[in-house]
């Protein structure tokens, strides 16, 4: 009999590639408030889960036997998650897996708290601490990439082992199987990639011209804040981009390739399957 996983978060990104991949060999329901799961995929029940209604949770983790968790990357507001983990307690679960984020071992990161109850809980758990993602190119981060052929960040002369997002949700529909149960995962690329070297790569791959621009860090925040990011995720990233500067994003694992028994995806592959997306507008 197929296991049941409650994707949180289900109409994000990286959930619905994590159900994409889950719905192969589990029952898979997705968590979205009423009416907001878009697009419709296969093989996944849609369920009302609204972290700012608890009134949602139980009927969310009803018939539950596991459940992938994440932050919602716009706020890191993470006490709804401490309550939904606290009704999981009672539902029986077996285990969880979290999708945490890189930097969590090193500096102050509002995941720290988050990671610690899952790893408290009574079922067995994975933790993921992805890298940066290949297609942040493909959202707001690069929009001036896209429309100008400019990357501007702050990331100076640092370089950062980026991950694909597919990657991370085949990992994490893997680490549903048991194997890795007690594990926390440090997931990157294949290689670290400065801004200069990322953008001739995308050159080279697109045959349009790309530059990288360097940024500094205070007018960035004051960018990130003018396009209405919160304060608190504006100071995250502006701690992930210090972590580029210093070389704490550069370092390569091999979890990617143990868990999935193929190498990592590297930038070319992604910007090859994605290329109309660089192509000029």
Do not use: C
Request: hydrophobic share 45%; aromatic share 6%; glycine share 10%.
């Amino acid at each position: 009999m197929k296991k049941t996983t409650l994707v949180v978060l289900g109409n994000g990104q990286v959930g619905v590639e994590v159900a994409r991949r889950l719905a192969e060999r589990h029952r898979v329901v997705r968590g979205a408030r009423q009416g907001a799961l878009r697009p419709p995929l296969e093989g996944t029940t849609p369920v009302t889960l609204d972290l700012d209604k608890p009134e949602t949770f139980g009927p969310a983790l009803s018939g539950v036997d596991s459940m992938f968790l994440a932050a919602p990357g716009e706020t890191f507001q993470l006490g709804p998650l401490e309550a939904l983990l606290a009704a999981a307690r009672g539902a029986g679960l077996e285990r969880v897996v979290l999708l945490s984020a890189h930097g969590v071992d090193f500096r102050p990161h509002p995941m720290q708290e988050l990671e610690a109850a899952v790893k408290a809980g009574p079922w067995r758990w994975v933790v993921l601490r992805p890298n940066s993602f290949m297609q942040n190119l493909l959202g707001p981060l690069g929009a001036g990439l896209r429309a100008e052929g400019v990357l501007r960040e702050p990331a100076g002369e640092g370089a950062t082992a980026m991950v694909d997002v597919r990657d991370l949700a085949e990992v994490a529909a893997r680490a549903f199987d048991g194997g890795f149960d007690g594990e926390t995962l440090t997931l990157t690329g294949p290689q670290a990639l400065t801004r200069r070297r990322l953008v001739e790569t995308l050159s080279r791959v697109t045959g349009r011209t790309f530059q990288a621009e360097d940024v500094p860090p205070p007018v960035f925040r004051e960018v990130l804040l003018a396009q209405g990011l919160p304060p608190v995720m504006a100071d995250t990233l502006s701690g992930f981009y210090a972590d580029i500067r210093e070389g704490r994003m550069a370092a390569v694992t091999g979890d990617v390739a143990r868990v999935l028994g193929r190498p990592a995806t590297s930038l070319e592959a992604f910007a090859t399957d994605h290329r109309a997306a660089f192509a000029p507008r």
